[in-house]
């Protein structure tokens, strides 16, 4: 995948990455009860634009994360 990238993504995937790191540093502020991790290709450098972000959330209680 980052052969991919440096080859056919060099000049527009850092500033896409970037942008996707600040969405789920948003999210992780906004979810930090759950201690949140990232995970997926936003956290091994590897996203894009079509990349999603994936947290990984921790509670002792699973229903303490259902959307209010």
Same mark, same amino acid.
């Given at each position: 995948? %980052? =052969?991919?990238?440096? @080859? +056919?993504? /060099?000049?527009?995937?850092?500033? !896409? @990455? /970037?942008?996707?790191? !600040? =969405?789920?540093?948003?999210?992780? !502020?906004?979810?930090? !009860? +759950? %201690?949140?991790?990232?995970?997926?290709?936003?956290? %091994?450098?590897?996203?894009?634009?079509?990349?999603? =972000?994936? @947290?990984?959330?921790?509670?002792?209680?699973?229903?303490?994360?259902?959307? %209010?």
């Amino acid at each position: 995948m %980052r =052969v991919y990238l440096d @080859l +056919f993504c /060099a000049e527009s995937q850092p500033t !896409e @990455l /970037a942008a996707l790191r !600040e =969405v789920a540093a948003l999210w992780m !502020e906004r979810l930090a !009860e +759950f %201690r949140p991790h990232l995970t997926g290709a936003i956290w %091994r450098g590897t996203a894009t634009r079509l990349s999603s =972000v994936h @947290l990984h959330l921790y509670c002792d209680d699973s229903k303490a994360a259902n959307w %209010r």
